[in-house]
């Protein structure tokens, strides 16, 4: 069975399954941190390299302050809790997105994280916080102009490859399969230029909910699609033959 690489997942309906209970939403963040756990030891056991989540938009910081506040503790108690287990079981931690914007503590601990778990091989996990896929595309289009108005690239020199290499998560395989929780069938500016082949996947799950029987499915799923790629069937048989 063909495992995919690299998994991107949005987490969504934490609030929805909150308020099915009559929760505040923060309790449905708390419950989708467990779901994390389960998600990344998913993606140990079934050998998926590497693991992308959205933790947090760009756009999130718009929501209520109360809101906004609670999400910022949990994500510091979880770095402060997790990252030792994480760290025993081979997994690599990465964050992408406009860290500036988050309060000195967390940046901080988002760096030890990062420097501590630098040489794990086993599971490249990325959480994309305070990240839109528009401005990581703005931000390698600035770094470009930038290299050209120095004189150390020519415009011309600008090609896929280039632009590519100057975008989030550059050194990873792009992500083979995109997850979303929670009903919803958008991507919401999570990886646009990495998910241009990407296969998508969606599920009426709140993400609080998700367990291993619903990852398997996706998996299931991702197996039996024909990737091409802009290529015929008959060009994509081609190629495994000869592969
Ligand atoms: C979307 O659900 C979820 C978020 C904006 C936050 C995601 C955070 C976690 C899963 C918690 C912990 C994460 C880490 C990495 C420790 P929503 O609030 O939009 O749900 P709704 O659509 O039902 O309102």
């Keep these: 069975m063909t495992i995919p690489r690299h998994l991107a ?19 449905g963040h708390r419950a989708g941190a467990r779901a994390v756990n389960l998600c990344i030891d998913f993606c140990l056991e079934r050998g998926i390299a590497a693991l992308t989540l ?18 910022m503790k949990l994500f510091l108690n979880a770095l402060e809790r997790e990252v030792v287990e994480l760290h025993r079981r081979g997994v690599r931690v ?21 420097a501590q ?17 528009r401005q990581d595309i703005a931000a390698a289009a600035r770094s470009l102009a930038h290299d050209v108005a120095e004189g150390r690239i020519q415009p011309d020199d600008i090609d896929e ?10 050194d990873l395989p792009p992500p083979d399969l995109f997850i979303r929780t929670g009903g919803d069938t958008r991507i919401s500016n999570f990886l646009l230029w990495q998910l241009a082949y990407t296969e998508l996947w969606f599920t009426d799950t709140l993400w609080p909910e998700l367990d291993a029987a619903t990852l398997s499915l996706a998996l299931d ?5 024909e ?14 033959t000869s592969a």
């Design 9 to 27: 997942v949005i987490m969504d309906g934490n609030g929805r399954w909150a308020a099915r209970r009559r929760r505040p939403r923060i309790i």
């Design 54 to 71: 959205f933790a947090f938009s760009s756009e999130n910081w718009g929501r209520p302050e109360e809101e906004v506040g609670a999400l």
């Design 94 to 114: 990465r964050f992408i997105g406009e860290r500036g914007r988050f309060g000195a503590q967390i940046r901080e601990r988002m760096q030890a994280a990062e």
């Design 117 to 133: 778990t630098a040489g794990n091989t086993r599971l490249a996990l990325n959480i994309a916080a305070s990240y839109g896929g």
């Design 161 to 170: 490859a280039l632009f590519a290499s100057r975008v989030a998560l550059a």
């Design 221 to 225: 799923d991702f197996a039996r699609r």
């Design 227 to 240: 990737r091409r790629f802009g290529l015929t069937g008959d060009q994509v048989a081609d190629l495994e």
